[in-house]
């Protein structure tokens, strides 16, 4: 589970961390960095295991750096820190990075202990802590134990603890963390319809993307009865009566949604639009990873409130889910405090 993230020069926010519970609403109005915060962590996710930061990815798109450095100053370093409680212990992992001059340093700590830190030496990478030795190579790479390669051999069992506990990070993080962002809704316009090859396994995509896909497993699919009942369950919720998927045209299949009259997904509702990629990804995330969710009052009427969010906590407590929401409608967070949900006000 996620415990913590925190930002230094990274968009809108100068320097602020925000704790995480099982279930939290970050609540705020327009503009506020909630939204920011869920990006950084999705970037540092998508680069997992990759030998630099990965801007465009499966979790989100970012066009330019100058997106990500605060007022777009490229030689001004931004950090992302995270802390995570994994079966070995809390892990913060930190990363900080200016591409103008590809500087970058990071560091791990374990159960608030610092391991090491690293750091770019003249074109290079050096160990700086728990003691000053050369590294083959710049640690460029993320959530990944390679940045750990000495150029000479180190038996100082704190290297040897990060090394195992990097490794632990990147392999534990796999299909544990899922970002829908507050672009689900203009994504309908063009993904209500989808190619059927290419999809991610367990996830139906950052902006809400690739729903047509994964039904048309749901739906045909024997080993997925038992989901497909719990979606048919679940299906009042996001506003229709029923489901449907079809070929369109060859490697094309389309979605359709009964609401009183049969029609495709492109002319359902702001609010089917809105929740249906959310209750189909809180169903096909992997159990006992985190979902987060940009917006998730995105398209939804104040009426609707209490009975979206009875949903989504009932689904996320069976199946073991962390569950991190935005919104910033006062309403809904009024309905997040009367089920003891733990808010952080930006």
Known sequence: MFREICLTNFRGVDSKCIRLGQVTLIYGPPDSGKTTFMEALALLMQSRGEQWLTLEGPLLIIHEPEDIHQGGDLEKPFVIEFTVRMELGEVTYGYKYATATSYVEQWLALDGVKLVHLAKRNGGGSLTYPMEVPLCTAPYAVINEDVLITCSAVEDERVKKAERTLFDLRVGLRDKFYFI??????????????HVDLMPATAVGPEGQFVPHHLSKILSQPQYHRLREELYKYLPVTGVEDVRVGFVKSGRIGMYVKSRHWTNAYNAGLYTKSVFSIVLQLLLATEGSAVFIDDVDLGVSSRHFQH?????????????????LTAREPAFRNVAEKYDMHIVEL
Do not use: D
């Open 181 to 194: 962002s507050s672009r689900r809704l203009a994504a309908w316009k063009y993904t209500y319809e989808t």
């Open 308 to 324: 979206l969010l009875q949903a989504m906590l009932e689904i996320a407590q069976r199946r073991r889910l962390q569950l991190v």
